[in-house]
């Protein structure tokens, strides 16, 4: 067999095996969670709500409250039971915390619009509650990137406010008043924040060099850092907060694939989001609702959810009731979300399914990524095939050094790219992106490089050099 041949069967079987082992290990991992923590479900909650009723006191725990309204004025589809009330009343917290941890969640993340806001200020009266009932709840705080007209600050500003607000966070976490509520994990206090790319990974680098040298020490989970180390070196933990957007797009599999992708390759804990329905025309005209289609709906995010088999799941929302959300019982949809949630997150803590669906999503993408790369083989045997056919590269002694350095230059490159693929596919943590996705066509190109410079190299002779010599 020629040298060439010989060359290019070493280099489609290199390409070969290397695809093969690719393809066999993401799903094994994706099966997996990241078995760094246990499997917890948190529920976004909103303390922003206000009537003319103030519950200030002092016994038997301490309230603070004023007599505003405050997000209600006629901006909800759906009714709460106790109508419009006051986050502030002990009775109503209580009744969260309660109907809470019957539904079985873990912890409450709660929005966070700054220290000295009406929402921070309920969240202390939340904690002052928990610890008058003996709450088994844990608590933290979801920092909403947007505030103080985040988006609009130079660097240095942002990243000086958000280290301010990150330091009284932690002050308020760490105090002996609230510290046994607080959520922690891996002997840190949990940390929510939302959008974490409305600011510069620059500016995180900041943040996180601030705190740091105040010994302050979170442990992150961010909303939708990216596939950028830049980004997702600062966090220990990833999640996406609206489960509305890929779930009416039918793109959610896809989108929390990829969260959960990252999150793998950054070493982080990966949560799947889960939502009874969207609908928020009362505030942004202009969304298409997402109905609750009878209970189905969160029935159906749940069980796609923990197909995912996440490591913790968040529930948006607890009562974001502008955004028809909620899982708090309501006039019109009763309480049949909260039945719903205390089902659902039994079966997820446990592993064993019956109201819930596990549905088979690794199969159909396997299916897809493997036609892939079956039509990728097949082109790469075509274009090996006609090469075999075509002897376009005959015996020369010219330019013989020049087909040299070009046949190397062609082997180098094939070999650099399959050296790429490998690197790539590890640097991603071994996700099948390069399978699944249309570069994998790329392969037939190599498998032509490394042909045509072994070709090069095989069929081209030195130049004769003997001296004749005159005959006598």
């Known amino acids: 067999m020629k040298p060439s041949v010989i060359s290019n069967v070493i280099f489609t079987m290199a390409l070969a095996t290397a695809f093969a082992i690719a393809m066999i290990n993401p799903y094994v991992q994706l099966m997996r969670t990241s078995g760094l923590v246990e499997k917890r479900v948190a529920a976004f909650y909103y303390p922003w709500y206000s009537n003319d009723t103030n519950y200030t006191r002092s016994v038997p725990c301490t309230i603070v409250d004023t007599g505003a309204w405050r997000?209600?004025?006629?901006?909800?589809?759906?009714?709460?039971?106790?109508?419009?009330?006051?986050?502030?009343?002990?009775?109503?917290?209580?009744?969260?915390?309660?109907?809470?941890?019957?539904?079985?969640?873990?912890?409450?993340?709660?929005?966070?619009?700054?220290?000295?806001?009406?929402?921070?200020?309920?969240?202390?009266?939340?904690?002052?509650?928990?610890?008058?009932?003996?709450?088994?709840?844990?608590?933290?705080?979801?920092?909403e990137i947007f505030m103080n007209n985040m988006e609009n600050k130079t660097e240095d500003e942002a990243a000086a406010f958000i280290s301010n607000e990150f330091l009284m966070i932690y002050q308020t976490f760490t105090s002996t008043q609230y510290k046994d509520l607080i959520w922690h994990e891996q002997g840190k206090p949990v940390l929510f924040v939302y959008v974490v790319q409305a600011v510069t990974a620059g500016t995180w680098d900041k943040v996180m060099a601030n705190i740091t040298g105040s010994n302050v020490s979170f442990f992150t989970v961010a909303d939708r850092p990216g596939s950028s180390?830049?980004?997702?070196?600062?966090?220990?933990?990833?999640?996406?907060?609206?489960?509305?957007?890929?779930?009416?797009?039918?793109?959610?599999?896809?989108?929390?694939?990829?969260?959960?992708?990252?999150?793998?390759?950054?070493?982080?804990?990966?949560?799947?989001?889960?939502?009874?329905?969207?609908?928020?025309?009362?505030?942004?005209?202009?969304?298409?609702?997402?109905?609750?289609?009878?209970?189905?709906?969160?029935?159906?995010?749940?069980?796609?959810?923990?197909?995912l088999n996440p490591d913790w799941i968040t529930i948006t929302s607890w009562n974001e009731w502008h955004e028809g959300t909620e899982i708090e019982p309501s006039v019109e949809n009763g309480d049949k979300a909260l039945n719903q949630t205390r089902a659902y997150v039994a079966e997820f803590k446990s592993g064993h399914y019956q109201q819930?669906?596990?549905?088979?999503?690794?199969?159909?993408?396997?299916?897809?990524?493997?036609?892939?790369?079956?039509?990728?083989?097949?082109?790469?045997?075509?274009?090996?095939?006609?090469?075999?056919?075509?002897?376009?590269?005959?015996?020369?002694?010219?330019?013989?050094?020049?087909?040299?350095?070009?046949?190397?230059?062609?082997?180098?490159?094939?070999?650099?790219?399959?050296?790429?693929?490998?690197?790539?596919?590890?640097?991603?943590?071994?996700?099948?992106?390069?399978?699944?996705?249309?570069?994998?066509?790329?392969?037939?190109?190599?498998?032509?490089l490394n042909y045509a410079g072994a070709l090069l190299a095989t069929h081209a002779k030195p130049v004769d050099k003997k001296v004749k010599t005159d005959a006598k």
């Not at 075509?382 to 046949?407: D, E, N």
């Not at 596919?425 to 249309?438: A, H, N, V, Y």
């Open 356 to 448: 819930l669906q596990v549905m088979d999503i690794y199969s159909s993408l396997y299916s897809v990524e493997i036609g892939n790369a079956i039509w990728a083989a097949i082109i790469t045997i075509g274009v090996f095939v006609t090469l075999l056919l075509v002897p376009w590269a005959p015996k020369s002694s010219r330019l013989y050094g020049l087909r040299i350095v070009v046949a190397l230059l062609l082997m180098c490159v094939a070999w650099a790219g399959f050296g790429f693929f490998i690197a790539w596919e590890i640097m991603l943590g071994k996700t099948f992106e390069i399978i699944g996705d249309w570069y994998i066509f790329l392969a037939p190109a190599l498998v032509f």
């Open 229 to 307: 180390p830049s980004y997702n070196k600062h966090f220990q933990g990833t999640h996406q907060y609206d489960v509305y957007y890929p779930t009416y797009h039918d793109d959610y599999i896809n989108t929390y694939l990829d969260l959960k992708h990252n999150a793998q390759r950054f070493g982080q804990i990966f949560c799947a989001g889960v939502a009874p329905g969207y609908d928020d025309h009362m505030v942004r005209p202009g969304n298409l609702p997402l109905p609750r289609d009878g209970n189905q709906t969160y029935q159906r995010s749940w069980s796609v959810a923990v197909s």
């Open 71 to 143: 997000h209600w004025n006629g901006s909800t589809l759906n009714t709460p039971f106790p109508g419009s009330y006051d986050s502030a009343d002990p009775a109503l917290i209580e009744q969260h915390l309660r109907e809470a941890e019957w539904a079985g969640i873990d912890a409450l993340v709660v929005s966070y619009w700054g220290a000295g806001g009406y929402g921070f200020t309920n969240f202390k009266n939340m904690l002052n509650v928990a610890n008058l009932i003996n709450s088994n709840l844990s608590f933290t705080l979801y920092f």
